[in-house]
């Protein structure tokens, strides 16, 4: 498992576990990320992630980023 800051551009990755404390998890759940679900990584800028999943695109920063695991 890798945080999905690290995945390739364009790669359809399925997310695997969510870390974090339980705020976090419930923010991220809000949008739109669930263990089993799937994201692509649109692009990165400074380890700042763009994802589109669940038919949207989201901004996440970093420290985010890295507590989606692929």
Known sequence: MI????????QECVIKRIGGNPEIKK????????VGGNATVISTLGGNVIV???ESRVAIDAAMANKILV
């Open 27 to 34: 923010h991220l759940e809000n949008l739109g990320f669930a």
């Open 3 to 10: 945080p999905i800051s690290f995945a390739e551009i364009g």
């Open 52 to 54: 589109k999943v669940k």
